[in-house]
């Protein structure tokens, strides 16, 4: 959405609340019309004051239906998005050659799973000022030696972000037998 | 260099044309909520970014790449530009200061 259509969502959410208020404090009685001094929103208010329920009573919950839902709209809009942090591989004069931390991420996952005998990985990102960090949790194969298959995904994870990034990052293992999404029962190292 | 929204828009798209036929490359993405999106009236180009840096131009495109094990972003990355900015000098001729490329997804 862009700014001039961002900007029109919010001035209508904002209209809604203010309307919307309106007639649930001169439907509850709270204000009346009258003392609103704008002569046209008093007659406009007027009816509401004249409910008796049960119309009053669906006005009421239509008003606060509205009040809430424009409160979100609103708090969503004026809400910035996550945004996806993004790491440099190249910068020159031409340009500036980056990829999302999400995208990294499932390299990283997919070639940790093309080692032999890796069932599941999933990994996560950090970059210091020492580099690029990544921690993988690896799901194994019950039958495999997962020490030495620790080595073989961390090298691997290396070797691909070495090809990509042309720098080393600092890699470490941690393998299970159990699927990812169990707790922890075993783990080597 | 001026130019209106009806025009960056159109050049958006042949922009864009011009790195999803990269090989390697399965989509363009704006974002989620339309971070690199060129918008014009009628229409917009999601994942291809066209702004006015002083005289010239600068433009992002964001893109989704194949995954394969022998996969090499830079390189990807390198060829995406080269074809937007051969795309670029063709319509618009030394106009486009710079191409950034974004690897936001990787897709099997």
Known sequence: MNILN?????????????????????????????RLRVPLLSDVLEPFAELQPPPQTVAIAIAAGLLVLALVVLIAELTPPARDKKLTIKKDDLGRVTVSENGLRRLVDREAALVPGVMEARSELYESKQGLRVKSRVSVDPGSDAPQLTDQVRDRIKGALERHFGRVAEVAVDAQIEPLNRKKRRRVR | MQMDSTDRLELARFLGGAAIAVPGVVGLRGGRSGEVTEYGPGGRVSGVAVAAAAERLQVTVSIAARYSPDLDLARLAGRVRRAVQRVADERVPDTVERVDVVVVDLVT
């Open chain 1, 6 to 34: 961002r900007v029109l969502v919010i001035l209508f959410t904002l209209l809604v609340i203010a309307a919307s208020s309106l007639v649930l404090a001169v439907t509850l009685e709270l204000v009346a019309p009258q």
